[in-house]
């Protein structure tokens, strides 16, 4: 079993707690919440049961794109058990705006129009009306005998398709937003992003190597294992509480109050255990259907969403078309480059075309530049957030064009990156310098990482994790190379609040609003433990509904360790300013002359014996009552960017197309690990997906646009058996915007693996991929192409 | 709405008895007739493995048996795994090896693995690989799963008598 995790650290000469010692940031303590996930007692959002809860189901679109008619809902409201009927009738007038919202932006109105269809249907797999009835069954039994009347119109399915001048169009209102000079034409593009900087012809014609290509990239689903669910309960005063799998419970809340025209303080939203969101619960599918139909029938309501509707109706990520042209000079300087991004937004504007095109060549120092984004609108479900949103996308064209010009210069792919690479205060594409990064430490970090010395090994034979069978074991029709790529991520900032309570013990209890999906509310408890100079065990911390903490953002944008681990931190200094008044109450001293240290108040000069915060807990309440520590914040000013990088070593079988993957590493700057195993289960989470989209996973639709792989066994993620074990190496170049420098982790690991992979496909076989994913029938058939047969190889 | 059918069986190792509507699952009676929700529902056509349990000792999807097909038969769920307050190994390495990032798949991936050692004392990396195909996890990567459950056996193994009576192992 290989098993190389690695930790470097990299001494900062500014602040991001660099000169600083830790006692319990660094350490992996068991997380909070473990036993309750080990042993089944979690709850989350389909766990919720009330009293007289009634279940729901959701009538969807079978067409891509109709109008609707007209729908009858009287004989399924006939029907015994059936409780009320929801369509998009009952839904007030929304007004069209483009607003903020975690890592992107939100129309109320579209966001309205995708919960329940207006007008039209726009993707199958649309919601056009919702049941509530006694039972699941009988929910669905209605569903039935809902008759809705469509003018069936010619759907538009994908990105190059629906920018011609003769597509099917989608929103007859829609104008190409950022378009110089504006125009009043009918489109599906809805917006146009632009970088340029420089003379590019000029730039190119200085270039000795020029490499130009065209990537496709097919739309893929978070693939999270539990289907979106919703319990809704409205009091006979309008009073709504919504218990859900979210990554943002103030978001689900402001969206409902939103398209629902309720107060925000008429919605309590209660976050229940999520079971994985990747971005696709970080917006509202079911929850405001469920408080509809709660309302109309006066008893609560559950919905959840089956696996199929899960992939027809909400996620995915864009699909992708992409040509890129790179210049370089044989000293290996990249001065050049120009790229076209498309992506596809599905049915409604907002693809992460615009992070794509800032995330590109962020890792690159490149004087002269043009990108240009479009964002596309397609009848496919309309696009979410999905890890690093748009990012592997385009990293996957990047890097791929890098390791050809690499190859075309005779230079090492690491070396050529690095004589490029961003550090403090290159440029951005946008324009925006880079802070303090850690890309050239991470390529350091690669280079010296054991997998970089390991030789590849006979191929076709046995490693820890493959058996070294597969179809057959003749080594002559095996091909194995070794891939490497780098990525980008912004990392989000955003609002958190946090509250600490001290107990008359000296234990904490810690409140923050961030749903927890991989260990934060442990990695939020170490920084209070950290602060207050008590164990881990000793603060419980737990994640309060949108009624008992102060407004916080989604649990995305790598940043619920960074921004609400700030907030943390900061409530932890105002408890502790709190403790040295009470201390200074009892000792009858200024309070300036107490200071807080190692988990006592002790006084200047050293007349008192210092005092733990148990012996201070007991005696709170005669000094002034309870102690509790509050801070929100705004963490915009505190986020640092990341880097990625992957290493990857693939075996192809030269007969079947079929690519296994032999060895893996991942090199990531975090800027500080506070828990270092929730640190590289973040790297090798994203690896994972990064591999499955560059092998198998992709969207297929026939030409109706009717998904035909609605479920796990076709849309095909990566088992335990496709991958080895994942080598992590966590790079620290403390973020100088945070206390203890750290960066966020959660995003960026699944930016470089496309690349990785197909430059390792690439190097095993000579044949370039420019399309995702690289399944065996599309490799086979690039094999062929190119004249790479298993005979041929059989020398 | 179908007549409901009386079924007794051994659940987690008590007598247990239920009745249900011969269309029910096994998952959807434990989860919504007898309250035990640790077993998930992920895909509910048996591609996930979140609803892993065991049926006589055999793992199977809970989402692909009727609920009527369990009658004198014997079931263990997650929540049979632990012993009253007394962790499962398996319980115990997921925690110390951070197998879990969600959690959602943890108790599918539990039920399965018991059953791989129960059969398996001592599993290769690619057995585990092998056997655990079944449970999706989109969160870890499956890195620390194997690691875990490759743990639990070294210390099943070392808890265990020193003479196997066992005819499986490699």
């Not at chain 1, 530049?369 to 397609?378: A, H, K």
């Not at chain 1, 001293?589 to 200047?604: C, K, L, N, R």
Request: contains cysteine; negative net charge; glycine residues 10%.
């Amino acid at each position: 079993m290989e098993g190389k995790d690695e930790k470097i650290s990299t001494a900062s000469t500014g602040t991001g707690g660099a000169e600083r010692t830790f006692k319990i940031v660094g350490t992996r303590p068991i997380r909070h919440d473990g036993i309750d996930k080990v042993t089944g007692r979690a709850r989350y959002g389909a766990d919720v049961s009330l009293p007289g809860m009634l279940h729901g189901k959701v009538l969807r679109s079978p067409h891509a794109h109709a109008r609707i008619l007209g729908i009858d809902v009287s004989r399924a409201a006939a029907l015994p058990g059936v409780k009320a009927i929801v369509t998009g009738a009952d839904m007030p007038p929304v007004k069209s705006k483009t607003e903020q919202s975690g890592e992107g932006t939100t129309n109320p109105r579209h966001l309205s129009d995708n919960v329940l269809a207006k007008e039209k249907v726009l993707y199958t797999g649309h919601a056009v009306a919702a049941v509530a009835a006694a039972s699941p069954h009988v929910a669905e039994e209605a569903l039935a005998l809902i008759e809705v009347r469509y003018e069936v119109l010619p759907p538009v399915l994908d990105v190059r398709a629906a920018m011609r001048p003769d597509a099917p169009i989608l929103h007859a209102g829609l104008r190409t937003q950022g378009l110089e000079p504006a125009s009043d034409a009918q489109t599906n593009t809805a917006s146009v992003v632009r970088f340029e900087r420089g003379d590019l012809a000029a730039a190119f014609a200085k270039a000795d190597v020029v490499v130009e290509r065209e990537f496709d990239t097919a739309m893929v689903h978070q693939g999270y294992i539990e289907p979106h669910n919703a319990v809704a309960q409205v009091n006979a005063d309008g009073q709504a509480t919504v218990w859900v799998s979210t990554q943002g419970p103030f978001e689900v809340r402001h969206f409902c109050a939103e398209i629902l025209a309720m107060p925000l303080s008429q919605i309590r939203v209660v976050p229940a255990e999520i079971g994985g969101g990747f971005g696709g619960k970080t917006t509202i599918y079911l929850e405001p259907l469920a408080i509809m139909l709660a309302r109309k029938a006066g008893r609560p309501v559950k919905l959840v969403m089956s696996r199929a509707e899960v992939l027809r109706a909400t996620g995915p990520t864009s699909g992708s078309h992409i040509r890129l042209k790179m210049g370089a000079t044989n000293d290996g300087k990249i001065v050049a480059a120009d790229a076209t991004l498309a992506y596809e937004a599905g049915a409604f504007p907002g693809s992460p075309v615009w992070a794509g095109a800032m995330c590109l060549l962020a890792p690159y120092d490149i004087e002269t530049l043009r990108i240009e984004g479009f964002d596309v609108v397609v009848n496919r479900p309309k696009t979410a957030a999905y890890r690093a949103p748009g990012a592997s996308n385009a990293a996957f064209a990047a890097e791929s064009v890098v390791d050809e010009l690499a190859a075309k210069l005779g230079i090492d792919p690491i070396e050529l990156r690095r004589r490029n690479g961003a550090r403090e205060g290159t440029p951005t594409p946008a324009g925006p310098r880079h802070k303090r990064i850690g890309l050239l430490e991470v390529l350091d970090a690669a280079q010296a990482a054991p997998h970089a010395a390991a030789p590849l090994g006979v191929p076709g034979s046995a490693t820890a994790a493959h058996d070294g069978s597969g179809a057959n074991g003749a080594a002559s029709v095996k091909r194995r190379g070794r891939g490497f790529a780098v990525g980008f991520w912004f990392n989000a900032g955003l609002q958190s609040s946090a509250t600490i309570a001290i107990n008359p013990d000296g234990t904490a209890s810690l409140v923050t609003g961030s749903p927890d999906i991989g260990g934060t509310r442990t990695s939020c408890a170490m920084i209070a433990a950290e602060e207050l100079g008590i164990s881990v065990d000793h603060v419980r911390p737990s994640v309060a509904d949108t009624d008992s903490v102060g407004h916080t953002d989604v649990t995305g944008g790598s940043r619920v360790t960074m921004a609400t681990g700030l907030a943390v931190y900061e409530a932890a200094q105002d408890v502790k300013r709190q403790l040295c008044r009470r201390a200074a109450t009892l000792w009858k001293i200024a309070p300036e002359q107490v200071s807080f240290a190692d988990g006592h108040t002790v006084a200047a000069g050293g007349e008192h014996p210092p005092l733990s915060l148990a012996a201070l807990g007991a005696k709170l309440s005669r000094t002034g009552g309870p102690v509790v520590g509050r801070a929100t914040v705004n963490a915009q000013r505190a986020t640092g960017a990341a880097f990625a990088a992957t290493m990857v070593d693939v075996e192809v079988d030269l007969e079947t197309g079929k690519v296994d993957i032999l060895r893996c590493t991942t090199i990531q700057d975090a800027g500080r690990a506070i828990h270092p195993a929730y640190v590289e289960g973040q790297m090798q989470g994203g690896t994972a997906q990064g591999i499955g989209w560059a092998l198998n996973e992709e969207y297929v639709y026939d030409p109706e646009g009717n998904l035909l792989n609605a479920g796990f066994l076709d849309y095909r993620m990566p088992v335990a058996l496709d991958l080895p074990m994942i080598d992590t190496v966590i790079v620290e170049v403390p973020n100088p915007g945070h206390p203890y420098g750290v960066r966020g982790v959660g995003e960026v690991s699944i930016v470089p693996p496309p690349g990785a992979v197909a430059n390792a496909i690439a190097a095993a076989t000579g044949v370039r991929m420019t399309e995702l994913p690289i399944s065996p029938p599309r490799l086979l058939a690039a094999l062929h192409a190119a004249g790479v047969h298993a005979t041929a190889a059989a020398r | 709405m179908s007549k409901k059918t009386h079924v007794s069986l051994t659940l987690n190792g008590e007598a247990t008895e239920f009745l249900c509507e011969p269309r029910q699952t096994l998952l959807e009676v434990l989860r919504d007739e007898l309250d035990l929700t640790g077993s998930k529902e992920g895909c509910a056509t048996g591609d996930c493995g979140a609803c892993s349990v065991l049926l006589d000792g055999h793992v199977v999807c809970a989402c692909l048996v009727l609920a009527v097909e369990t009658d004198a038969r014997s079931v263990t769920t997650i929540e049979g795994l632990a012993d009253g307050d007394k962790l499962h190994p398996l319980q115990t390495a997921f925690l110390e090896h951070a197998a879990l990032q969600c959690g959602i798949c943890t108790p599918g991936f539990l039920v399965a693995a018991k059953a791989l050692l129960d059969r398996n004392p001592d599993p290769s990396e690619y057995e585990v690989r092998y056997e655990l195909a079944g449970n999706l996890c989109r969160c870890t990567g499956y890195d620390k799963i194997v690691r875990a459950v490759l743990a639990a056996a070294a210390t099943m193994r070392d808890a265990a008598p020193r003479v196997r009576t066992g005819t499986t192992g490699t």
